[in-house]
């Protein structure tokens, strides 16, 4: 589509200012088409000068027939011709073979010569650096319409402050999508802070969560902040709210109605401000009306509720969430491992009851029992076995079946785990390479959940779990 002389004129005055940018960088006029792109841009993307130049913002970034604000989007263009802001938000972005990118795109109000006002778009990729858990190796992969829907929610209200419920069955990876909020949020700078409700006593819950005095009880020897402290101007993740006893709730609740708390055997009062996000695996609304969680406050925590799809909802997603999930084995077995095409269509034809989780652990123990750097559908049928053996054993001995990771966590991969036997199980080698790590950091805790790939929080729950702490 041809531009006037005048829109000429200005993309080439505008020009040597996108040649600038070592990251993508675009420049949009009022009427959405784009006047400029620089070398990063054509080759992040795939697209040519000519493939760019002149056509509709949103049709050559977003595959839309319509700008992003009138399909629900936080679109930058409407806020800089508005309000002649700079402007900041996620979004999907696609490349000329239609493979979606996670994006930040900022936006800056450029003024020509002329006087006629532009928006220079600077595009970042956040898949690498920004949107990943708390070990810095796990990212949202994926371009099933289900995931890449949960996605544009989960998108649109980190811009907003408002409490956020994620539902979804254990292992969909509520506490990536909790970070994956914040990191998009004005709060990404501030604390990150997660509460394992699953874990907390009473007493414990009052100790955690609003710190304690000096001498507030036995052993209590200087004062600590809370978890509520600890995540002050930044997000606070409450994951599996539902499982919070009653007198857990209302202790809660009086703190989000008031932002005011008291730490355990102090006088004064203190304020906390959080971005509130919370999990369940259940349906909290249910358990509402079952009577075991509090309806006030479930309205208080669920002002929007998202739903993350199980992976039997995004199965042409296997694919690439495999190799991603791969990349990390291969980089801490130091062996460069591959699927065959048997292999990827045996993943494929499996239901995945344990979700994303379960995938991991069938690739984890596939990589642990293979003895090349190929794997194959024999060996995945291998693994799948295994599991299915574990599970049934450790339903034999307690009368219910195990979880298949600890607390949203999948087993760790290894820097040189052991072969794992039929008489071996997958928490035998797991434990034993953490002990192994433990004699070569020398007992060096940032060391070891750096090495396993997990935060500090889980590291210390495997070491109680297995008496190595």
């Known amino acids: 589509m041809l531009l006037d002389e005048t829109k000429i004129t200005g993309a080439i005055e505008l020009q040597s200012l996108v040649d600038s940018h070592q990251q993508p960088f675009v420049i949009v006029d009022r009427d959405y088409r784009i006047l400029a792109v620089n070398k990063a841009y054509e080759r992040n993307y795939g697209t040519s000068h000519a493939g760019a130049v002149g056509h509709y913002c949103y049709k050559v970034s977003h595959n839309n027939d319509v700008p992003c604000h009138e399909v629900g989007e936080d679109c930058p263009?409407?806020?800089?011709?508005?309000?002649?802001?700079?402007?900041?938000?996620?979004?999907?972005?696609?490349?000329?073979?239609?493979?979606?990118?996670?994006?930040r795109v900022t936006a800056y109000p450029l003024v020509s010569s002329t006087g006629a006002l532009y928006m220079?778009?600077?595009?970042?990729?956040?898949?690498?650096?920004?949107?990943?858990?708390?070990?810095?190796?796990?990212?949202?992969?994926?371009?099933?319409?289900?995931?890449?829907?949960?996605?544009?929610?989960?998108?649109?209200v980190a811009a907003s402050e408002i409490p956020v419920l994620l539902q979804g069955q254990t292992g969909t990876g509520k506490e990536l999508a909790a970070s994956y909020i914040h990191n998009g949020s004005a709060r990404k700078f501030k604390p990150f802070v997660t509460i394992d409700c699953t874990v907390l006593t009473d007493s414990l819950f009052e100790a955690e969560v609003f710190g304690h005095a000096r001498g507030a009880f036995t052993g209590s020897v200087g004062e600590r902040a809370g978890l509520l402290?600890?995540?002050?101007?930044?997000?606070?993740?409450?994951?599996?709210?539902?499982?919070?006893?009653?007198?857990?709730?209302?202790?809660?609740?009086?703190?989000?109605?008031?932002?005011?708390?008291?730490?355990?055997?102090?006088?004064?009062?203190?304020?906390?401000?959080?971005?509130?996000?919370?999990?369940?695996?259940?349906?909290?609304?249910?358990?509402?009306?079952?009577?075991?969680f509090r309806e006030d406050l479930y309205y208080r925590i669920a002002c929007l509720t998202i739903r993350l799809p199980s992976l039997r909802e995004r199965m042409e997603?296997?694919?690439?969430?495999?190799?991603?999930?791969?990349?990390?084995?291969?980089?801490?077995?130091?062996?460069?491992?591959?699927?065959?095409?048997?292999?990827l269509e045996r993943l494929q034809s499996y239901d995945y009851p344990g979700n994303i989780r379960e995938l991991r652990?069938?690739?984890?123990?596939?990589?642990?029992?293979?003895?090349?750097?190929?794997?194959?559908a024999a060996f995945i049928d291998d693994a799948m076995e295994h599991l299915s053996r574990s599970h049934d054993h450790a339903q034999d001995a307690t009368g219910q079946i195990a979880p298949a990771g600890d607390n949203g966590e999948t087993p760790v991969t290894p820097a040189a785990a052991p072969q794992a036997t039929d008489a071996t199980s997958l928490q035998d080698v797991e434990a034993q390479h953490i002990a192994a790590l433990i004699d070569k950091h020398q007992g060096n805790r940032k060391r070891i959940a750096g090495a396993l790939g997990v935060s500090e929080r889980t590291l210390y729950r495997k070491l109680k779990k297995y008496n190595l702490g």
Not at 140 to 149: D, H, K, L, N, S
């Open 120 to 156: 220079g778009e600077m595009i970042e990729e956040i898949s690498a650096h920004e949107e990943v858990s708390p070990n810095g190796q796990d990212r949202m992969v994926g371009e099933a319409p289900a995931f890449t829907a949960c996605l544009q929610q989960l998108g649109l």
């Open 229 to 292: 402290e600890q995540a002050n101007g930044g997000t606070l993740f409450l994951d599996e709210v539902g499982e919070l006893p009653p007198s857990q709730q209302a202790k809660l609740l009086r703190v989000l109605e008031t932002g005011k708390f008291r730490r355990v055997g102090g006088r004064g009062t203190r304020k906390t401000d959080i971005r509130l996000i919370c999990a369940s695996n259940v349906h909290l609304w249910e358990a509402v009306k079952a009577g075991r």
């Open 361 to 376: 652990n069938i690739l984890f123990v596939t990589a642990t029992r293979c003895p090349g750097n190929n794997l194959t």
């Open 317 to 343: 997603d296997i694919e690439v969430l495999a190799k991603t999930l791969l990349n990390p084995i291969s980089r801490s077995l130091k062996r460069d491992l591959h699927f065959t095409p048997g292999a």
């Open 77 to 103: 263009h409407q806020q800089l011709f508005k309000k002649r802001e700079q402007h900041s938000c996620i979004h999907l972005h696609y490349d000329q073979d239609h493979r979606m990118h996670q994006v």
